[in-house]
């Protein structure tokens, strides 16, 4: 097994580090205090390749390894998880499901845009009684000969507002639970959409996060991905890979936070030394360095498995649980190394706590990934 990035890969890296430490870095602190989505910086992103790495050149993307993403996703992360967050569902949900089960006309429509980054897209599956319990859909997608007729909700959606396209998973057969289930491609512009407020959110504020509402939404029948019933499978195929992501996001974030804990570390003067040379500081950082470096082991095995095109459920899952709870576990432990300083927001580490959160909860909490990876081992 190697464990050499590549030249490539090392290029990446520092390519998205330069992005986040002079366009991101700027202005988070306002962004965050404010709720406001990173539009300028989202569309650098999509400029410089990000929202498109691991979509074919054919269509407009970089055509790059789920390394490279994984690697990009910590460095963007490290400073900006709003931002990184709208990277990551364009990437691993919208342009991965498109180009993996699409046709070649709906490649050709909406694939193109989203991965050259013209547009922004958003994946639709949790509603009000349908998060965790994906099978458990209300959103309903009639069918009426030459097209659907869309009417539901859906909550706690990542570029909500912002997104051009959305990916929306609705119930066409009631009768056949989860094999019932359509995928369908919807444009905002559509009559019968209507956005709900900004959600007031704990972390990730800049990110664009929304409740969307159907009523009577016209959608071609050439727009449903996948055969009559397919929905389901495509949001679960397509999940796994999210779960890389999300997982790279809160290992970037827990980077970050290790890193800023660090550079106090050796400023910072107690009983007359730099705090680093108390043995109690040394033992958090040498944790916080451990846990980090097995998160993203973890988060590299996922996207290896990918790459080499082997199933991936397994390892995306338990990068996803372990590197959120490390993320959530050494933002904590940032903040007490910073002491009084870690509580306030110019030194960002609080900040970092509160987008660490998140990373437990959406793409599947930690309590389903744990049933993915019991099921997956007893069987």
């Not at 464990?3 to 962004?31: C, N, S, W, Y």
């Amino acid at each position: 097994m190697d464990f050499q990035l590549t030249e490539e890969h090392l290029m990446i890296q520092k390519a998205a580090r330069d992005f986040a430490v002079t366009e991101l870095l700027p202005g988070v602190i306002e962004r965050d205090e404010h709720q406001k989505f990173p539009t300028e910086q989202i569309k650098k992103l999509g400029e410089l390749g990000f929202l498109g790495m691991m979509v074919s050149p054919k269509y407009g993307g970089a055509g790059l390894d789920a390394i490279s993403y994984v690697l990009a996703m910590e460095e963007i992360s490290k400073i900006d998880a709003s931002a990184s967050v709208v990277m990551s569902v364009n990437n691993s949900l919208v342009c991965w499901g498109l180009e993996t089960f699409g046709t070649e006309e709906q490649k050709q429509k909406y694939l193109v845009p989203l991965a050259s980054g013209q547009i922004i897209g958003a994946f639709m599956l949790s509603e009000p009684e349908a998060g965790s319990d994906a099978t458990s859909q209300r959103t309903i997608a009639e069918d009426k000969g030459d097209h659907y007729l869309l009417n539901g909700t859906k909550n706690w959606i990542t570029n909500g507002n912002s997104a051009s396209v959305y990916l929306v998973m609705a119930q066409t057969h009631p009768e056949k639970g989860s094999k019932g289930i359509n995928a369908l491609i919807v444009e905002k512009e559509m009559p019968g959409i209507t956005i709900g407020a900004k959600e007031n959110k704990l972390g990730i504020r800049g990110s664009d996060t929304h409740s969307v509402m159907f009523q009577d939404v016209k959608v071609p029948k050439e727009n449903r991905i996948g055969e009559d019933g397919f929905g389901f499978k495509f949001a679960m195929k397509t999940l796994a890979g999210g779960r890389i992501g999300i997982a790279s996001q809160a290992l970037g974030i827990a980077s970050g936070a290790y890193e800023l804990a660090l550079k106090y570390s050796k400023e910072r003067k107690a009983f007359g030394k730099e705090i680093a040379q108390h043995q109690a500081i040394q033992f958090k950082l040498a944790d916080m360095a451990t846990r980090i470096e097995g998160a993203r082991l973890l988060c590299l095995k996922a996207a290896w498995d990918k790459d080499q095109h082997q199933d991936y459920t397994l390892s995306s899952s338990m990068a996803k649980v372990f590197a959120s709870e490390t993320a959530m576990w050494v933002t904590t432990e940032a903040v007490q190394v910073h002491g009084g300083y870690g509580y306030v927001k110019e030194y960002h580490v609080e900040r970092l706590m509160r987008d660490a959160k998140i990373t437990q909860i959406y793409e599947g909490t930690s309590e389903v990934q744990r049933i993915v990876i019991s099921r997956s081992i007893l069987s």
